[in-house]
């Protein structure tokens, strides 16, 4: 089995910055990619930004500039840097792992539980 734990979320001013971090274990031999999307209230779940295991980003139009995607391939772990924070940033904030390869060479997609993220005008 695999869980990722994502960590960072919390309450911030508009304009400030957050950094989210999302942990993957398990019987993993190796991910393809891993990335970020979030869900406001009312909204569909949106991409908000991803990378691949050799570092090639996507980020969302409405973070480009503002979002950094990376990652550890030895530890799983991808970040979020959150600057010049707005508040229709907030939403929670999803980790997906994709195309996971598990011990037994099948491949799997992984979420998160999701963290809060607010940012207030």
């Given at each position: 089995?695999?869980?990722?734990?994502?960590?960072?979320?919390?309450?911030?001013?508009?304009?400030?910055?957050?950094?989210?971090?999302?942990?993957?274990?398990?019987?993993?031999?190796?991910?393809?990619?891993?990335?970020?999307?979030?869900?406001?209230?009312?909204?569909?779940?949106?991409?908000?930004?991803?990378?691949?295991?050799?570092?090639?980003?996507?980020?969302?139009?409405?973070?480009?500039?503002?979002?950094?995607i990376?990652?550890?391939?030895a530890?799983?772990?991808?970040?979020?840097g959150?600057?010049?924070?707005?508040?229709?940033?907030?939403?929670?904030?999803?980790?997906?792992?994709?195309?996971?390869?598990?011990?037994?060479?099948?491949?799997?997609?992984?979420?998160?539980?999701?963290?809060?993220?607010?940012?207030?005008?």
């Amino acid at each position: 089995q695999v869980q990722l734990v994502e960590s960072g979320g919390g309450l911030v001013q508009a304009g400030g910055s957050l950094r989210l971090s999302c942990a993957a274990s398990g019987s993993i031999v190796s991910i393809d990619a891993m990335g970020w999307y979030r869900q406001a209230p009312g909204k569909q779940r949106e991409l908000v930004a991803f990378i691949s295991s050799g570092g090639s980003t996507v980020y969302a139009d409405s973070v480009k500039g503002r979002f950094t995607i990376s990652r550890d391939n030895a530890k799983n772990t991808v970040y979020l840097g959150m600057n010049s924070l707005k508040p229709e940033d907030t939403a929670v904030y999803y980790c997906k792992a994709a195309s996971v390869r598990l011990v037994f060479n099948t491949y799997h997609d992984y979420w998160g539980q999701g963290t809060q993220v607010t940012v207030s005008s």
